[in-house]
T-cell receptor, first 114, second 111 residues
């Protein structure tokens, strides 16, 4: 099992450009999450999904969009990149709340917007 | 007031020392308490999990939860240089869903 994989590992964007961060999990988890982590800060939830076709906003959703067409994939779209979106982005997945408590994280995507 | 407060450190201790990491929280609905360990340039990994109040021990690691004080702790005994990492507390009212993370404490164990 590969677990949670994310691509790309690194990316530099110019202000106003767009990009999609890819996330795939092979554990058949229903729940998937996107977080951002700024230096010296914890993880802030951007969006999450409880199953294919269902997504919901987290704490910091502005400037991002998501979709969930399959159980395995949960891409994060950045439209009109801004310097404030410079961060490390982590994707995670888990079983539903009644089946487990652990979130499994990917290795992260380091994004710089200049 | 943040829902979960954690001293970001950094914390530097000699090898073999006992390390104490702490978090406080304000939401009395939290029932699931976790500690994640994050090595540099890696994703977080679950280290310890406790449901409701009490202690849990796993090798050199002990997690404590005091719901009456809204305070959780992680103790590391006989600390090793390989324990050098950022430790994030996380908690939830709903299991794996909607985890709220602390800022993380950056820990360095000096040989």
């Amino acid at each position: 099992n590969a677990g949670v994989t994310q691509t790309p590992k690194f990316r530099i964007l110019k202000i106003g450009q767009s990009m999609t961060l890819q996330c795939t999990q092979d554990m058949n988890h229903n729940y998937m999450y996107w977080y951002r982590q700024d230096p010296g800060m914890g993880l802030k939830l951007i969006y999450y999904s409880v199953g294919a076709g269902i997504t919901d906003k987290g704490e910091v959703p502005n400037g991002y969009n998501v979709s969930r067409s399959t159980t395995e994939d949960f891409p994060l779209r950045l439209e009109l990149a801004a310097p404030s979106q410079t961060s490390v982005y982590f994707c995670a997945s888990s079983y539903s709340g009644t089946q487990g408590y652990e979130q499994y994280f990917g290795p992260g995507t380091r994004l710089t917007v200049t | 007031q943040k829902e979960v407060e954690q001293d970001p450190g950094p914390l530097s201790v000699p090898e073999g020392a006992i390390v104490s990491l702490n978090c406080t929280y304000s939401n009395s609905a939290f029932q699931y308490f976790m500690w994640y360990r994050q090595y540099s340039r890696k994703g977080p990994e679950l280290l310890m999990y406790t449901y409701s109040s009490g202690n849990k021990e796993d090798g050199r690691f002990t997690a404590q939860v005091d719901k009456s004080s809204k305070y959780i702790s992680l103790f590391i005994r006989d600390s090793q240089p390989s324990d050098s990492a950022t430790y994030l507390c996380a908690m939830s009212a709903y299991g794996a869903q909607k985890l709220v993370f602390g800022q993380g404490t950056r820990l360095t164990i000096n040989p």
